[in-house]
């Protein structure tokens, strides 16, 4: 490993917790639904139980992982240390390229709900500006702004669920449309893979194993306690949106929680949604970027990226060259690509990613077991089927990423002698 500067642990359980919380509800509420309707109908259920069975067998890897190696990079540094330099780059090259492309998603789901029209793409670049300032001053800031986000979050979503449900109640006649199986199988797991890009929050807890208190103790729990609440708030507000919309308004709509609520008797709380929404959004990014620097660090320390990105500030004692390179490439896509596709695109690495974190915990040693090996064989297999069933454009422009990424790396074996 490297002798670069050591970032600060500073971070308990709870505020551990609520950035890997921040990080899942942004992106799943408010994005994730509106495709997994359309590939499953009300499928969507069965999906949602598969991305969640899929995120528990990864999580659990990860805690494992983190636990035995809790310096930041998550997978990018299992992958080295349990299989070598090759696996450890291509987990994170997916995990930076891919949520790369997220954080630039969110910011702009944040503009579509705050900004006046034809101000999006300002509004969202001026976004990333203001996170990355509050991440450049230290983790602390981060977590403490990541509290207010999701607290904001959670009540918004309260409010919505109270709207829908008690006013006229829902209309239960369209709640399963054509049935749960009407799309089949592959529906159900083109509606799972996509629905995965919710969860994968929790990996922002790995990423920042080096500024952790008690990581053996924090990393696991803090994993736990977050994918817990969060696959229940899913599952009500899965349940919610059916009842409300039908599988078919679902899936016409970007916005469908807001529109649950417009369609009911209590469509004063629809404009509360939409401030959760923008507010969710800006939780999502927050974390992103967050996570971005801390693996986007690891990987330049060993020469995977650029090597003057692994520099920490000498007083905040973040990866602030990595932080501001990366609010500078999310600012670039926002302002020249359309990003419909970024759910699909991101879950492809992140997918890829996990089934790197599946194989590395299968390989770990007795001694840093907590888990049962057959969890890393699930999940290792659900990924390589989740990546399978995913929309062939998404699922192209993955493996393009991927190309890239392999002959950057062979370019740079070939240029600069390994440091190891």
Known sequence: MSNSPALAR???????????????????????????AAAAGSGLLIGLVVAAFVA????????????????????????????????????????????????AAMAMTFAAYAAPQGWERQVAIAAVVVLTAVNYHGVTRTAGLTRVLVIAVLAALAIAITAVWGGSGPDFGSFVGDGLLAH?????????????????????????????????RTIPRAISIALGITITIYAVIAVTLLAALGPDGVAATPT?????VSAGTLAWAAPVVRVGAAVASLGALLALIAGLGRTSLAMAREHDLPHWLSA??????????????????????????????????????????????????????????????????VGAVACVVLVATLPPVSAGLGVLMFVVGIVYRLVRLRLIRPTR
């Open 312 to 377: 920490v500030h000498p007083r905040y004692t973040v990866p602030h060259r990595a932080e501001i390179t990366l609010a500078v490439v999310i600012c670039v896509i926002i302002a020249v690509a359309d990003l419909r596709g970024a759910i699909g695109f991101s879950s492809f690495g992140v997918l890829l990613y996990y089934l790197v974190a599946n194989v590395a915990a299968y390989t770990q040693p007795t001694e840093d077991r907590r888990y049962p090996k057959f969890l890393q064989v």
């Open 256 to 260: 469908p929680l807001a529109d649950a």
């Open 184 to 216: 089949g199988w592959y529906g159900i797991l083109q509606s799972a893979g996509l629905l995965f890009f919710a969860f994968a929050g929790y990996a922002r807890i790995a990423t920042m194993g080096e500024e952790v208190r008690e990581p053996k």
């Open 56 to 103: 528990f067998c990864n999580a659990t890897s990860s805690a494992q992982l983190a636990a035995a190696y809790p310096t930041s990079g998550g997978t990018y540094i299992y992958g080295r240390e349990r299989l070598g330099p090759w696996s450890g780059f291509l987990a994170g090259w997916g995990f930076v390229i891919g949520k790369t492309a997220s954080a």
């Open 10 to 36: 500073r971070l308990g359980t709870f505020d551990a917790s609520l950035i890997g919380l921040g990080s899942m509800i942004g992106a799943g509420v408010f994005a994730a639904f509106t495709p997994a």
